[in-house]
Structures are given as structure tokens and as C-alpha cells.
């Protein structure tokens, strides 16, 4: 199953809305979950079944979607969110990442 | 704490074998499905093989499959990832995941940097 995600890159400014979106070439139903990742770092899971808030990640993060649609919405950005995130497909056993949005400060 | 700790990257011939490793505490590892993620240089996250709680189901990803395997040891808390017929596209780190039970991954360990050069 492929996956893309849009824009790859995406300059937003703090405090902004910014929207990334995966889509996938068929049906996931809502198996998605959503990752950041900060260089140097290891991935975090942010959210998971497409909607489900990781505990402990902030409220700022949600997401949606289901079938082959799916966007992760930061509400305010902070200093702390400028990263890389992936969208990750688990509706197959044979799993697969999105290419990445690297988010970065305008 | 959750934690994994890979193990055994190093740069190695193309055409060479390599087993990297990950130790896992903190958790019951014989009730988790385990994953190696990996990642060359700059670029993205990219599956490459998935093993549940019992080992009864494998799975690897079609960019490995023939070459790499994977395996755990319930009894020594570890999980493995024997590569072999290793090309200089494999190069990259390696991460060692946890996963929650419908496939999302909940823990990382740091990863273990896998070279494949001449």
C-alpha cells in the first residue's frame, strides 16, 4: 500500500493552523496512525485509528479521516512542533510509512 | 520505563551478513509484536519487518524479503533482525519498535547504524 502525504514541505509560522494530509492508494478504514520525528531523534506516536490522541501528546494535535483520506491538524503551533511527521498505514501486515511533511518556521 | 537498546551495527561489505539486536525491558516482552524500522541517511522512515508476541506470525517487507529475517527470544527478552546478501541501499539506522496490538508503534529505541560499503 502506498502512501503520500502533502505538502512535503510546509513553512508555517507559531501560533498558525497547518494541515498535512496522507493519502493512500486504497482503502485503510481508519488504520493510520501519525508520527513526529526531531532530528537525531526517534519517531513519537502522536495518534493512532486515524483519530485516537496518543496519551500524553497535547490536545493541540488531532486527526481524521478514514478510507484513503486522512490529515493531521496541529491547532496553534508551538516552537516545540517543528519537525518531520510520517502517517503510517497498518490496515495491511505488510506496513508502510508516508514519504514525510517536514514542517519548518516561516 | 520501556526501553530498547539495539545493538550491532557496523559497516559491512556488500554482499556480507550482519545480525543486529534489541534488548527490551521495562515491559512484558512475550505479550508485544515487535518491529525494525529503518532509515538511511536524510531520508524517510521506511518498515521492514514485523514479528508477533508468539512468532508465529512474520512478515517482511518486499524490499528484504529472501535476504533478512527476523526472530525473537522470548526467554532473553530480544528481538533480532539477521541480514544477509546486504547491498548498499540497506544502509541505514536501524530502530528496534514496539507494537501496541493493531499496529500502531508505540516505542523506539534509538537504533543501531547498519553501513554497507566497500
Redesign the interface.
Known amino acids: 500500500i502506498q502512501l503520500t502525504q502533502s505538502p512535503s514541505t510546509l513553512s508555517a509560522s507559531v501560533g498558525e493552523r497547518v494541515t498535512i494530509t496522507c493519502r493512500a492508494s486504497q482503502s485503510l478504514s481508519t488504520w493510520v496512525a501519525w508520527y513526529q520525528q526531531k532530528p537525531g531523534k526517534a519517531p513519537q506516536l502522536l495518534i493512532y485509528k486515524a483519530s485516537s490522541l496518543e496519551n500524553g501528546v497535547s490536545s493541540r494535535f488531532s486527526g481524521s479521516g478514514s478510507g484513503t483520506e486522512f490529515t493531521l491538524t496541529i491547532s496553534s503551533l508551538q516552537p516545540d512542533d517543528f519537525a518531520t511527521y510520517y502517517c503510517q498505514q497498518y490496515n495491511s501486515h505488510l506496513y508502510s510509512f508516508g514519504p514525510g511533511t517536514k514542517l519548518e518556521l516561516k | 520505563e520501556v526501553q530498547l537498546v539495539e545493538s550491532g551495527g557496523r559497516v559491512v561489505k556488500p554482499g556480507g551478513s550482519l545480525r543486529v539486536s534489541c534488548g527490551a525491558a521495562g515491559f512484558t516482552f512475550n505479550t508485544f509484536g515487535m ?1 525494525w ?1 529503518r532509515q538511511a541517511p536524510g531520508k ?4 521492514v519487518a ?1 514479528i508477533s508476541s508468539d512468532s508465529k ?1 512474520i ?1 517482511l ?2 524490499s528484504v524479503k529472501g535476504r533478512f529475517t527476523i526472530s525473537r527470544d522470548n526467554a532473553k527478552n530480544s528481538l533480532y533482525l539477521q541480514m544477509s546478501s546486504l547491498r548498499a541501499e540497506d544502509t541505514a539506522l536501524y ?1 528496534c519498535a514496539r507494537e ?1 496490538g ?5 516505542y ?4 543501531t547504524l547498519v553501513t554497507v560499503s566497500s
Open positions: 518491529n524500522v524517510g522512515l521506511e518498515w514485523s506470525y512478515y517487507s518486499d530502530y501496541r493493531l499496529g500502531e508503534i508505540d523506539w529505541g534509538q537504533g
